[in-house]
């Protein structure tokens, strides 16, 4: 098993705020995906990262994979209460952490 | 709407029992996985298929048959089913080049054993 931590575990933050969760691993990944996983629902993929010190944006997200392709990060700018919910990573489509719970108080 | 489509969406089964936890794609996606997610643990993978015919085992799974018969679908099996299996079961589709692609999930199904 390719062990994947995120760090933290719970977040809970003022709209407007700026955050960054974290997934580490001491594997290292072909491709390292990013979920949003709402209550009573599945996983949405948000973006798939496959190269080292890449950079993706989706809005106001912004995803990194590390240079060494063994950790990778989320920044939310200026959260919105819609981004509340479960950030999941996942390693080479299999593996996954076990996410950082995001709330945005309003 | 395309997707991944399971049912049932909640199920309260005895120790003991067995069912069937269906999920079907419209998508002709090749690889199809099930996972189970408990709290603290995140999602861990049971069994998996690459295709029709091919299946295979994932992280945990004791318990559990699969099969795939056609491309759509991937039934999962809980033969006597157990407290320990009481979980939020996830299926879960992709294209072949999934590391790319990402999967796209079904809304799951809530298993209570008592």
């Known amino acids: 098993t390719q062990l994947l931590e995120q760090s933290p575990q719970f977040l809970s933050i003022q709209e407007g705020e700026n955050l960054t969760v974290y997934c580490n691993s001491s594997?290292?990944?072909?491709?390292l995906q990013w979920y949003r996983q709402e209550p009573g629902e599945g996983p949405v993929l948000l973006v798939t990262?496959?190269?080292?010190?890449e950079v993706k944006k989706l809005k106001r997200l912004t995803f990194q994979f590390g240079d060494a392709r063994k950790d990778s990060s989320l920044h939310i700018t200026a959260a919105q209460p819609g981004d509340t919910g479960l950030y999941l990573c996942?390693?080479?489509?299999?593996?996954f952490g076990t996410g950082t719970s995001l709330t945005v108080i309003p | 709407n395309a997707g991944v489509t399971q049912t049932p969406k909640f199920q309260v089964l005895k120790t003991g029992q067995s069912m069937t936890l269906q999920c079907a794609q419209d998508?002709?996606?090749?690889?199809m996985s099930w996972y189970r997610q408990d709290p603290g643990m995140g999602l861990r993978l049971i069994h998996y298929?690459?295709?029709?015919?091919?299946?295979d085992q994932g992280e945990v799974p004791n318990g559990y048959n699969v099969s795939r018969s056609t491309t759509e679908d991937f039934p999962l099996r809980l033969l006597s089913a157990a407290p320990s299996q009481t979980s939020v079961y996830f299926c879960?589709?992709?294209?072949?080049?999934?590391?790319?692609?990402?999967?796209?999930f079904g809304s799951g199904t809530r298993l209570t054993v008592v």
């Open positions: 879960a589709s992709s294209t072949r080049d999934r590391m790319n692609y990402g999967y796209t």
């Open positions: 594997s290292v990944f072909s491709s």
């Open positions: 990262v496959v190269t080292g010190g």
């Open positions: 996942a390693g080479n489509q299999f593996y």
């Open positions: 998508m002709n996606h090749e690889y």
């Open positions: 298929s690459v295709g029709a015919g091919i299946t």
